[in-house]
Nanobody, 121 residues
């Protein structure tokens, strides 16, 4: 059973920092792209940042220069370092894997349950 488990969310003041982690568990051989999405109340889920297995990254314009995505392939874990947080960053943050391979199957579009990030003004 493949699972993505996020951690690190919480309440922080404007200008503060948080680091999110997402660990993929199961008999995983490889993971293609790992990423972070977020969904604020009343809004659609949007890409925040993602990273390929080779380390190529992309970011939403709204977080460029403030957030950094990284991953540890040996641990099947992706991180999101969030600095200079703003109230508009408040959302549920979801971890996503676009494709992974286990000993038996290939899975596509796997999601974590999400972790709440709240930035107070």
């Amino acid at each position: 059973q493949v699972q993505l488990v996020e951690s690190g969310g919480g309440l922080v003041q404007t200008g503060g920092s948080l680091t999110l982690s997402c660990a993929a568990s199961g008999s995983i051989f490889s993971i293609n792209i790992m990423g972070w999405y977020r969904q604020a109340p009343g809004k659609q889920r949007e890409l925040v940042a993602d990273i390929t297995s080779a380390g190529s990254t992309r970011y939403a314009d709204s977080v460029k220069g403030r957030f950094t995505v990284s991953r540890d392939n040996a641990k099947n874990t992706v991180y999101l370092q969030m600095n200079s947080l703003k109230p508009e960053d408040t959302a549920v943050y979801y971890c996503n894997v676009d494709r992974l391979r286990t000993a038996w199957v290939q899975r596509f579009d796997v999601w974590g349950r999400g972790t709440q990030v709240t930035v107070s003004s």
